[in-house]
Nanobody
Framework: QVHLVESGGGSAHAGGSLRLSCAANGTGFNINAIGWYRQAPGKQRELVATITNGHVTNYANSVKGRFAISRDNAKNTVSLQMNNLKPEDTGIYYC?????????????WGQGTQVTVSS
């Protein structure tokens, strides 16, 4: 089983920047796609950005041009650089990974980290 450990997040003013990181821990796995989802109060969880093991990225339209996702396959880590933050970026950000193991294709979620952007 893959355990995702998130770090980063916190508070920023509009126009500021924050960086999120996530490390995948475990044995006997190979991560396919990894990335970030977020959930604002009273709203459903939504995709922010993902990246495959071939470094193909996918971004929500609302963050394109402002956020950049990157991964280190050797270290099983993913980072999300968030620039030009907006109040609507506020929410809990969850790391997500889809991975292969002897048990098949599985997925895992991190515990979430709070991002708060003030105007």
């Amino acid at each position: 089983q893959v355990h995702l450990v998130e770090s980063g997040g916190g508070s920023a003013h509009a126009g500021g920047s924050l960086r999120l990181s996530c490390a995948a821990n475990g044995t006997g796995f190979n991560i396919n796609a990894i990335g970030w989802y977020r959930q604002a109060p009273g709203k459903q969880r939504e995709l922010v950005a993902t990246i495959t093991n071939g470094h193909v990225t996918n971004y929500a339209n609302s963050v394109k041009g402002r956020f950049a996702i990157s991964r280190d396959n050797a270290k099983n880590t993913v980072s999300l650089q968030m620039n030009n933050l907006k109040p609507e970026d506020t929410g809990i950000y969850y790391c997500y990974a889809e991975y292969w193991s002897y048990a098949g294709t599985l997925d895992s979620w991190g515990q979430g980290t709070q991002v708060t952007v003030s105007s």
